[in-house]
């Protein structure tokens, strides 16, 4: 190898972006190399987005204990790499002067750096099972995939006397991968699920989301509203929970409306 030729690397992190093995800074050009740990400052920045949804540089400069000048060099990164993109924010209150600010979201390309290997293999499996045992087969699947909210939940509000019931309830999707929180609304809580594990498989098999949202309800004894799904192109999957159980919620739980796509401000509130 020449003295000129720089060796390269692969991280092992989950976005796979090369490093230099001997970085180096070229002063007054406006070139800059990034290194080793910027690679992991990057698997931060972009792991923070993915776990708290669409983040200004500020917000991400704040969180991660950065300075927002390193913060945008890394979301820079991320945008040329196609794993990020910036949007006008999405905000509820009226805003002063001036443009508003960007935010930044994964696409799924950024998406698929984390733990994503098997998704066609899994939407093999399940135009397979849709073949050969129909659209029932499929939703028993799903049915049966999503039986871990009911098996879980008890178990957890045992162990966290803490936490409330939706409250419980994200912490078994994040248990399960899905890095869920729980975000307060006008009509209740909104359950906020910022990655879905098989979201890629979900856009053609919306079974999973389905029996899902099915599984939340039937464990909170209530009506409940899925707004959004990262499956069919959200920042985040999210389902409302209204304060006040629905006197129908026993004969309506197994039959609950999947992926309502909102066009008011309930979804813009979640991913500011």
């Given at each position: 190898m020449g003295a000129g030729t720089r060796a390269l690397k692969r991280a092992p992190g989950h976005l796979g972006l090369p490093c230099l093995k001997r970085p180096r800074q070229y002063r007054h050009t406006?070139?800059?190399?990034?290194?080793?740990?910027?690679?992991?400052?990057?698997?931060?920045?972009?792991?923070?987005?993915?776990?708290?949804?669409?983040?200004?540089?500020?917000?991400?400069?704040?969180?991660?204990?950065?300075?927002?000048?390193?913060?945008?060099r890394h979301l820079d990164q991320l945008v040329d790499d196609g794993h990020v993109i910036a949007r006008d924010q999405r905000v509820a209150a009226t805003r002063g002067r001036g443009r508003p600010a960007k935010e930044f979201v994964l696409t799924e390309t950024g998406r698929d750096g984390f733990d994503q290997q098997y998704d066609d293999l899994a939407v093999a499996a399940l135009r397979f099972v849709s073949e050969t045992g129909g659209e029932g087969a499929v939703r028993e699947f799903a049915r049966r995939r999503a039986a871990f909210v009911e098996e879980r939940f008890d178990e957890v509000a045992h162990d966290r006397p803490?936490?409330?019931?939706?409250?419980?309830?994200?912490?078994?999707?994040?248990?399960?991968?899905?890095?869920?929180?729980?975000?307060?609304?006008?009509?209740?809580?909104?359950?906020?699920?910022?990655?879905?594990?098989?979201?890629?498989v979900a856009h053609e098999f919306p079974q999973l989301c389905e029996e899902e949202t099915a599984a939340i309800s039937r464990v909170l004894g209530r009506h409940v509203q899925r707004l959004a799904t990262i499956a069919h192109g959200d920042g985040v999957c999210t389902t409302c929970v209204p304060s006040i159980p629905s006197s129908s919620s026993s004969s309506s739980s197994s039959s609950v409306p999947s992926t309502t796509t909102p066009q008011s401000t309930p979804k813009e509130k979640v991913t500011t």
């Open positions: 406006g070139v800059v190399e990034f290194t080793g740990n910027d690679e992991s400052t990057r698997q931060r920045v972009a792991r923070s987005i993915l776990v708290n949804g669409a983040s200004t540089a500020a917000a991400l400069a704040e969180r991660l204990a950065l300075t927002p000048a390193a913060v945008r803490d936490l409330g019931p939706v409250q419980v309830l994200a912490q078994v999707f994040t248990d399960e991968g899905y890095a869920a929180s729980v975000r307060e609304s006008p009509v209740g809580d909104q359950l906020c699920q910022q990655h879905c594990p098989v979201s890629h």
